[in-house]
């Protein structure tokens, strides 16, 4: 069945560039969130009036940020796992190679996670984190070989973490809706 005009002015390509609203809320679900339900470090506590400006988390905002969190967690798990998979690959934050960080930005993750795909995967944590540095230093070392321009095999996943990601970005849109954004601000 061909499409209509219309419908295809509809599915246009700016729906799938990242929004900043669900940016903002997915790297706050991602790195801040555990922060803002209650689990802070005690360093500004020890500071005391050394600290900048101490503000103590008070149980109205732990509970604020605990039902964002489980909303933001249902949305995430009404996607598919493959979608949710990619954007915790691009949003939880690593000390990723820095040429390698400066060439591919958000999607650093995502591409890093594609390029491991291809060779055996460990079962324990630590080890599949070991074997993802590994692999983005590798990477990086492609990046350096093409002074600033990607190398081909480097170029393939770059263009499928893309489509991985803006195909995961939009279906987590799709589910959250038009609703305000929910990551606290710490």
Request: charged share 30%; net charge positive; proline share 5%.
């Amino acid at each position: 069945m061909a499409r209509r005009p219309d419908e295809v002015r509809e599915r246009g390509v700016h729906l799938l560039r990242p929004s900043a609203t669900v940016d903002s809320e997915l790297d706050w679900f991602f790195n801040r969130a555990e922060c803002d339900m209650g689990s802070r470090s005690n360093y500004e506590a020890v500071l005391g009036t050394y600290a900048a400006t101490p503000r103590l988390l008070t149980p109205e905002d732990a509970a604020e940020a605990s039902h964002a969190h489980r909303t933001i967690r249902g949305w995430l798990k009404a996607i598919a796992d493959s979608d949710a998979g990619v954007l915790q690959a691009a949003y939880v934050m690593r000390p990723w190679p820095e040429k390698l960080y400066d060439e591919l930005g958000r999607i650093t993750g995502v591409v890093v996670r594609l390029a491991c795909a291809r060779g055996r995967w460990p079962e324990d944590h630590a080890d599949q984190e070991r074997v993802e540095m590994a692999r983005a230093q590798w990477l990086e070392s492609r990046c350096a070989k093409g002074c600033g321009r990607s190398l081909a095999p480097l170029q393939e996943l770059r263009r499928d973490g893309e489509v991985r990601f803006a195909r995961a970005h939009h279906a987590y849109a799709v589910v959250r809706g038009a609703r305000p954004c929910l990551a606290r601000s710490s």
